[in-house]
C-alpha cells in the first residue's frame, strides 16, 4: 500500500509538471484570437517600467508590485516595445496568469532586432514560454519613413519578411505589428503575414470610429495597441481645469473603454497607454515635466496635446490615479462569465 501510494504521488507531481510545461497554442480565426481554442479579448495595458532619473532605462525591480496591481485592475495582457530577456520576469507574469505581446524594434543595434535578424533568436527561445501572446513587429513606423531611406515600403516589406519567417520557425504564435492608425493600401497589400493589426488610435474618445474602417479593407482580427489619455490638461477645455487633472483622464478612459468593448465584433481588445507615468519622456528625467510631443497625436482628449510624462493609470510610485478604478470596473466587467 505505502509504495501504491509512493507511485499516485510521484505521478502526480510528473502529471502537474506535465500540464505546466505544455504550450499554449495562439490562433486566429476569423477576425478573433483564440487561446487554446477559447476566444480570448485583450484586457491590457502597455509596460516600460523606467524608474525616476533614468535614461528611458527598463527595469522590473517593482514586477512583482506592478503584477498585483494589475491583476487587481483585471488586466489580461501585457504588451512590452521591447523584447523581455530574463526568463524570470516571463515566469513571474505567467504564474499572474497574465500574456505578453512582445515588441521587436527594426534597428537595435543588432540585439534582438529584424535588420540583424537576430529577433528569430529570442522567439527560438522563448516560443515555447506560457506567457507568450504574440510577436509584435515595429511601433508606428508608418510615421518614420526617414527611418527607412524615406521609402515606408522599404519598412513594410522588412516586417512582412520577418513574419514570414517567424511562421516558418513559430507555429502557436500570431504575427502583429502596432501601426499608427489605420494601415493603408500600400501597408495591407505589402503584409500578408501580419496575422492581427493592432493599431495605436488617438481619436479624442472615439476609437471605435475605425472599427468600420477596418472592417471595410480587411476580416483580420485588429486590436488597440495604444489608446488612452493623460492626467494632464495644458489648457482648460470642455469643463476640465488646467494642470493636473485626473478626473478628465478617468472620464476620458471610461468612454474609449467602453466603446471599444462594445465593438468586439471587429476588435479584439486593447493595451491601455500605460501603465506607469513615464518621467523619461520630456526635460529633467528626475521629475515629472508637462510638455512632450508625439507624431499624430492631436486626437489627445479633451485638449488635444500630449503631455508625454501623465498617462499611467498609476503614478511613478505606484500610487493609484482615478483613472484605475475605471478600468478595473471596467476590464473585471468584460465577458465577466471569463473572469
Not at 125 to 149: C, Q, R, S, V
Not at 180 to 190: C, E, F, V
Not at 314 to 330: G, H, L, Q, T
Request: hydrophobic share 35%.
Amino acid at each position: 500500500m505505502k509504495n501504491f501510494l509512493t507511485f499516485l504521488v510521484i505521478a502526480f507531481v510528473l502529471l502537474s509538471c506535465e500540464s505546466k510545461s505544455q504550450n499554449t497554442t495562439v490562433t486566429v480565426k476569423g477576425r478573433h484570437i483564440y487561446v487554446n481554442d477559447v476566444q480570448y479579448i485583450i484586457k491590457g495595458i502597455c509596460y516600460h517600467p523606467v524608474p525616476k532619473g533614468s535614461g528611458n532605462q527598463r527595469d522590473f525591480g517593482n514586477l512583482t508590485q506592478d503584477l498585483a496591481l494589475m491583476k487587481e485592475a483585471g488586466i489580461n495582457t501585457i504588451r512590452v516595445y521591447a523584447p523581455i530577456e530574463e526568463k524570470e520576469v516571463l515566469d513571474e507574469i505567467d504564474e499572474a496568469g497574465i500574456k505578453v505581446i512582445i515588441g521587436f524594434g527594426y534597428n537595435q543595434g543588432g540585439k534582438n532586432d529584424i535588420v540583424s535578424g537576430t529577433f528569430i533568436d529570442y522567439i527560438n527561445t522563448y516560443k515555447n514560454h506560457n506567457a507568450i501572446l504574440m510577436w509584435e513587429l515595429g511601433n508606428e513606423y508608418n510615421y518614420h519613413p526617414e527611418w527607412f531611406d524615406g521609402q515606408i515600403k522599404n519598412w513594410y516589406k522588412a516586417m512582412n519578411d520577418a513574419a514570414n519567417l517567424i511562421h516558418q520557425n513559430d507555429k502557436s504564435h500570431p504575427v502583429t505589428t502596432a501601426h499608427g492608425d489605420l494601415p493603408d493600401t500600400l501597408a495591407l497589400t505589402m503584409s500578408p503575414n501580419i496575422d492581427v493589426w493592432g493599431m495605436n488610435v488617438y481619436r479624442s474618445v472615439r476609437p471605435e470610429t475605425i472599427f468600420k474602417e477596418w472592417k471595410e479593407v480587411s476580416d483580420k482580427p485588429m486590436y488597440l495597441s495604444e489608446t488612452g489619455a493623460d492626467s494632464y490638461m495644458q489648457v482648460a477645455n470642455e469643463g476640465y481645469e488646467q494642470g493636473v487633472n485626473e478626473k478628465a483622464q478617468a472620464d476620458a478612459t471610461e468612454i474609449i473603454l467602453k466603446a471599444t468593448f462594445d465593438g468586439q465584433d471587429i476588435c479584439s481588445g486593447v493595451t491601455l497607454f500605460s501603465f506607469t507615468d513615464g518621467w523619461w519622456k520630456a526635460g529633467n528625467n528626475d521629475v515629472q515635466d508637462t510638455g512632450g510631443t508625439a507624431p499624430n497625436s492631436t486626437g489627445v482628449p479633451f485638449d488635444g496635446s500630449p503631455n508625454e510624462e501623465y498617462w499611467g493609470i498609476v503614478d511613478i510610485d505606484r500610487n493609484k490615479k482615478e483613472v484605475f478604478s475605471v478600468v478595473k470596473k471596467i476590464y473585471r466587467n468584460v465577458n465577466k462569465q471569463d473572469n
